[in-house]
């Protein structure tokens, strides 16, 4: 079964600190994955996305970790803003069959 | 925000009835999926649609079904209502090939069975 499993379920920071959210997949036909923000009432927005031939991708604050042996990747968010609240969702797909397989996801919540 | 709009924002639908949502894709995309997300759930692949025809479908009964038309837009129509099937039903729109494979959401419809 392709399955993305996503932790912690919530999560706390304070202001200025590191968010870390983990993920780990199962079908090593996954090729690319990407993290989506999703904010009460909307619709996931894509965030940042990585392919497996690359072990990590930065943009911004926002950094992706990818460890293709272990089969497992994760977010890094640097500077977390209050404004950054939201639920994160990992995801899987492969090779231009766009079915989207989400991780559980996780709700951050950043104090100031 | 994205380019996929999705129509109705909220509905409120008796059990047993039937339901029609609709979505338009992003200018020049030629493939919608639907996504079912529960509360405090990830969104759940219903069926994809590229070039009129379904290519793919997830673990959902044949009373959900769908339609794309020749401008790319979709409908998902739901059958028989049940209780279980009031959740936030999302659009995606993407243009499949190696280097482009985001899908782009739009805001979901709310829809409730009571």
């Known amino acids: 079964q392709q399955q993305v499993k996503q932790s912690p379920q919530s999560l706390i920071v304070q202001k200025g600190g590191i968010s870390i959210i983990n993920c780990a997949y199962e079908?090593?036909?996954?090729?690319?994955f990407p993290w989506y923000q999703q904010f009460p009432g909307k619709g996931p927005a894509l965030l940042i996305a990585?392919?497996?031939?690359?072990s990590e991708k930065k943009e911004g604050r926002f950094t992706i970790s990818f460890n293709k042996s272990a089969k497992q990747f994760s977010l890094h968010i640097m500077d977390s803003q209050p404004g950054d609240s939201a639920t994160y969702f990992c995801?899987?797909?492969?090779?231009?069959?766009?079915?989207?397989?989400f991780g559980t996801g996780t709700k951050l919540q950043v104090i100031p | 925000e994205t380019g996929v709009t999705q129509s109705p924002t909220h509905l409120i639908k008796t059990r047993g009835q039937q339901v029609t949502l609709r979505c338009s894709s992003q200018s020049g995309h030629n493939t919608v999926s639907w996504y079912q997300q529960a509360l405090g759930q990830g969104p759940q692949f219903i069926f994809q649609?590229?070039?009129?025809?379904?290519?793919g479908r997830g673990n959902f009964p044949p009373r959900f079904s769908g339609l794309q038309f020749p401008n790319y837009s979709s409908e998902l129509n739901v059958n028989a209502l049940e209780l279980d099937d009031s959740a936030l039903y999302l659009c995606?729109?993407?243009?499949?090939?190696?280097?482009?494979?985001?899908?782009?959401f739009g805001q979901g419809t709310r829809l409730t069975v009571v």
């Open positions: 990585i392919r497996p031939d690359v």
């Open positions: 995606a729109s993407s243009l499949p090939g190696l280097q482009d494979t985001e899908a782009f």
């Open positions: 079908n090593t036909a996954f090729d690319y």
């Open positions: 649609y590229y070039r009129e025809e379904e290519n």
């Open positions: 995801a899987a797909l492969f090779g231009g069959y766009q079915k989207v397989t």
